[in-house]
């Protein structure tokens, strides 16, 4: 296979570095900090800078390529994901952390292409292989088992079709650059990941994140889902105050779950691939298909887990990202 977007992936590595350290400057300042969707929804200045800084940086290199953009879409740009090359980006993941200073802060960069095109099966070579197969439209499944099973026929069923070829979450105040590529596995610093090979549910450590909504229905649900995981029981709850590092604590084998309702595509797509890459599963709260579009996800360490996680999850369906594209539906 011809390595079509290699260039594409060192620019995402080299500017979400730069773009963390533009972050850590910026801690040291004073913030000045505005509110989005509600008084709890934070963005600050640099949020913004910060975008710009890699769009700018990605259309003076490959001028052709869309963006989704987390404060470009809060400014009113689309949120699409076509056939067309896609760099989405969350800017800073954890503005609420970088706001106090809480230090789990991430740069999240993924690159979706041919998003409904079903790639013919080929084997990948080198760690992390696996093969492209058939999925719907907007949907992103994966793998269920681990590198140790990748290779060989009986694992195809398992695999499926994943839209974003990259994935690059820099843990800006953990100086830990994650990157993944579509076939290739996952990486934290350049060693490989892998998510953890525990089969209990009750000897894991599973994070989640209680959202900037702050509607009384849904906070009721939010705690009915983590009552009824945690007297499971589970060794531990955990939130990192990002998505994207939630993830990646995952696919690091460090946490066995990650589950939550609410969060956007931009807090999804890159650490998306860095999970399934590192042999994690990806899977809506209901047990259905990963859809990047529909803000709800479970990233786990293994199927069953990730099932039993979604059995406990009171679900909701917050307004999905491509909810006002045209032709999607309403
Ligand atoms: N008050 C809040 N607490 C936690 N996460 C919040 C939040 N407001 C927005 N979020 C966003 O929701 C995601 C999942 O919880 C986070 O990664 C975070 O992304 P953000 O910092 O890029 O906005
Ligand atoms: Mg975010
Ligand atoms: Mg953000």
């Given at each position: 296979m011809t390595d079509l977007w290699q260039d594409a992936m060192d620019h995402a590595v080299s500017a979400a570095r730069g773009a963390g350290q533009v972050v850590r400057e910026a801690l040291l300042e004073d913030r000045m900090v505005m509110v989005k969707?509600?008084?709890?929804?934070l963005v600050t200045q640099t949020d913004q800078k910060v975008e710009q800084l890699i769009i700018q940086s990605v259309k003076e290199k490959f001028p052709t390529h869309r963006f989704i953009g987390e404060e470009s879409v809060a400014a009113g740009e689309p949120c699409v994901l076509s056939d067309e090359p896609t760099w989405i980006i969350d800017p800073i993941d954890g503005t609420t952390n970088f706001v106090h200073r809480f230090p789990f802060v991430a740069v999240s960069i993924g690159f979706s292409v041919n998003k409904q095109r079903a790639e013919p099966a080929g084997r990948a070579s080198g760690p992390g292989q696996q093969r492209a197969g058939p999925a719907g439209p907007g949907q992103q499944l994966s793998r269920a088992s681990g590198p140790s099973q990748r290779a060989g026929p009986a694992a195809e069923p398992l695999l499926a079709f994943l839209q974003v070829e990259f994935g690059v979450v820099y843990s800006c105040l953990e100086d830990k650059m994650f990157t993944a590529r579509r076939g290739r596995g996952s990486f934290c610093n350049g060693d490989p990941l892998q998510v953890s090979e525990q089969k209990a549910i009750q000897q894991s450590i599973i994070a989640t994140e209680f959202g900037s909504d702050r509607d009384p229905e849904v906070v009721d649900k939010i705690f009915s889902s983590l009552r009824n995981i945690l007297c499971i029981p589970v060794h531990g709850i955990r939130s990192a105050g990002t998505a994207a590092i939630n993830m990646c604590l995952v696919a690091s084998g460090c946490v066995e779950a990650y589950y939550e309702i609410g969060m956007h595509v931009w807090d999804l797509a890159a650490a998306s691939l860095i999970v399934s890459e590192a042999g994690g599963v990806l899977m809506d709260v209901e047990g259905g298909p990963f859809d990047l579009m529909s803000r709800r996800v479970i990233a786990a360490n293994n199927r069953t887990i990730a099932e039993r996680i979604s059995g406990e999850i009171q679900a909701y369906a917050p307004a999905r990202d491509d909810a006002a594209a045209p032709g999607a539906d309403p």
């Open positions: 969707s509600s008084s709890v929804d």
